[in-house]
């Protein structure tokens, strides 16, 4: 994986930018350009920020040819969190430098996140630097996403329950999908119509029904005034979904809320269940606080 975003605590010079480290270039020797370099400081980091959620299998780092103990007892860490700076998710390995070789690799077994980083946590003051990190993996799931007007919205093809879907959505993303005007509409209708990999007749969105009475709110608290459900719409579901059927039907201007609708309740078929075991999602809800939702869909999420 190679030309993502990437950051460092610092940057020691133009010979030492962050980028350095994923440029595909090996080159051990500092003066040409191929490595990455902190200013001297204490808790120094560098960070690789993968595109989606990834599971990670090995980590390849090239060293210096030069000061190759700044490499020893540096941490690399692998998660969706960006608290600090993401050098509080859970670790894959520390290393130290390999006095037989350059380059050493890591077994990650799989670990899942969206950011890498390389840490050292020593409270004296030295440069974190390294000049190539090769990371090697897959894909979590498969997703494909849109960004207009400062908002992204993702759509993520595997199944799980509404409220799985909502703790790996706040996990790996920022949140179940919450529709705040008809443009995220649009936004999900041109992913569903790009979408590469199949999706269900469903995806789940952030919205949910009081237990107690027949009121819908969105899990962001922004106001549910729109009052165009689909016909034929189960409303004894708890948890609200949107059609990834086409041709869709526009909302009136009236509404601008769009196709949202409640899905259907009835437990899938066992030949859909078998499906969404193989692509990794389990066969029954890891949380069971939210009941009246474990039919799966795909789901959508948003930042
Ligand atoms: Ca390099």
Redesign the pocket.
Known sequence: MTSYPNRQSSTYSNLGKAE??I?G???PEWKHY??SSTAYETKPWWRLELPGVYRVSEIQVTNRNAKRKRLNSVEIFIGNSLVNNGNDNPRCAIINDDPGCLTQTVKCWGMAGRFINLYRSFDVADALTF??VKVYGEPAAPSMSIQKMGRNITIVGTRLCWSDALLYCRDSHWDLLSLIGPEDQEMIDELVARATFPLTSQLWVGLRRSPSGSSWFWMSGDPMDFTRWDEGSHHSSLCGGTSSQMPYFPPPPDTGRGHIRPPTHSPPPERERKSATAIGAPRLCKTRKLKGCNARYHRVSSR
Do not use: K, L, R, V
Request: with cysteine.
């Open positions: 350095h480290a440029d270039n090996s080159d191929s490595c000049c190539e």
